[in-house]
């Protein structure tokens, strides 16, 4: 049943001129001055979800992008300051991307944000995708075992770090503590100080699903978010089962769809005809950044090249909001249109009690808060498991 409304945000700042027919990606340059922007844009959306109601802010962590899409470098700093300007809203890290961190730097910055806006902020860690960020930061991307690899001794060190009063860690690429002298003893075991003070849940993002992924998942406790963002929306139904089958095999009984978040682009208009093309060039400007990191498995190597001229990509058979919609990725019509879609997606998926909706990247500030206002107003009301959680928190 579904109780509980997300909305995320990547950090895209307002641009002009977006679609297949826009700008070509690598030639947007943004000024210093602009790329700031994205800070007081994520404080209007912030103020904006509090008032309506939603639970959760999700706001993704990104570097070096003066195209202006995904502009926020530090997630747990941005929340610690929105917190300060909400009264009740929550913050997800969605997510800290782990191979561009050292694991204990990670979990003391997350530490301390959840003692200083009073367990406002859900932990999050990804494996990231963009080369230019991974690599630089001077971790393996083009590698994909060894960035899993890294990435999986960095996240059970930081779940150490956050809940265990003490603790080391030796692993390929770490040893926690160093085997050095200190104050008069041996060095055997370190502590986070302080750790956080209120319980916490840890998500990840779900892409390729490979049951190493679900399985490290699951050992560790950590709960995921399927679709949505830079991901192909929508629940994956073999994606669904595969994690059920997995918490099986931990001993763990759960309704399909538990433990998971459903992502879905989205749009209200008048009619899903109108809704399609009114939110087309920005789905199409969504596609542009993720198609060619290879996060839209569909497209072949001819499509991505065609995506990069504005020529070539209305007439190139790219994906379509029609498409998209039709599959069931994107919510988009009438607010009764999106309550009948979200109403079957509760139905197959009882334990799913989710949903995290998104505004494409390329969405400016004013149809964002519009948007979310009408999600808000018009949708969210319709659903008794929110209605119901809303009573107890009251």
């Known amino acids: 049943m579904i109780t509980t409304f997300d909305s995320s945000y990547a950090g895209h700042i307002d641009m002009d001129n977006v679609g297949y027919a826009g700008t070509p990606v690598n030639d947007r340059w943004f000024s210093n001055e602009q790329l700031a922007t994205v800070f007081p844009k994520a404080e209007a959306i912030a103020k904006s979800m509090d008032r309506l109601g939603f639970n959760t802010f999700w706001m ?26 909400t009264e009740r809203l929550r913050f997800g890290c969605g997510f800290n991307i ?116 679900l399985d490290f998942m699951i050992k560790n406790g950590i709960k995921g978010v399927i679709g949505g963002g830079s991901a192909e929306g929508g629940a994956v139904h073999s994606v669904v089962e595969a994690w059920q089958k997995t918490h099986a095999r931990f001993g763990h009984e759960l309704e399909l769809g538990a433990g998971l978040a459903f992502g879905y682009q989205f ?70 249109q999106i309550i009948e879609d979200l109403k079957a997606v509760e139905a197959r998926y009882p334990g799913m009690d989710r949903i995290i909706t998104t505004l494409p990247v390329g969405t400016p500030q004013a149809v964002i808060l519009e948007q979310i206002e009408r999600f808000a107003t018009e949708v969210m009301p319709a659903f008794e498991g929110r209605k119901a959680e809303a009573a107890v928190a009251d």
């Not at 749009?267 to 950044?289: C, D, H, P, T, V």
Request: charged share 25%; aromatic share 8%; with cysteine.
């Open 60 to 85: 993704a962590e990104h570097h070096f992008q003066p195209e202006g899409y995904e502009c926020i470098p530090n997630v747990m700093i941005l929340a610690l300051h929105l917190a300060h300007v």
């Open 98 to 213: 782990a191979p561009m961190w050292h694991p204990l730097r990670m979990a003391e910055d997350f530490a301390t944000v959840d003692i200083l806006t009073g367990g406002r902020v859900i932990f999050g860690v990804g494996r990231g995708y963009h080369t230019r960020e991974v690599e630089t930061f001077g971790a393996p991307l083009l590698d994909q075992p060894a960035n899993r690899e890294l990435f999986e001794e960095q996240v059970e060190i930081a779940l150490k770090a956050l809940t265990e009063e003490s603790f080391s860690y030796h692993g390929k690429h770490y040893t926690i503590p160093p085997d050095v002298p200190y104050r008069g003893y041996d060095l055997k075991a370190i502590s986070c100080v302080p750790r956080p003070t209120h319980p916490f849940e840890c998500w990840q993002p779900i892409q390729s699903a490979s049951q190493r992924a």
């Open 267 to 336: 749009y209200i208009s008048g009619s899903r005809e109108q809704g399609m093309k009114e939110a087309a060039k920005f789905y199409e400007e969504n596609l542009k950044i993720f198609g060619p990191l290879r996060l839209v498995r569909a497209l072949t190597d001819q499509q991505i090249e065609d995506m990069a001229d504005p020529k070539k990509a209305p007439t190139a058979g790219l994906p379509t909001i029609e498409q998209a919609v039709k599959a069931g990725g994107v919510l988009c019509g009438t607010p009764e």
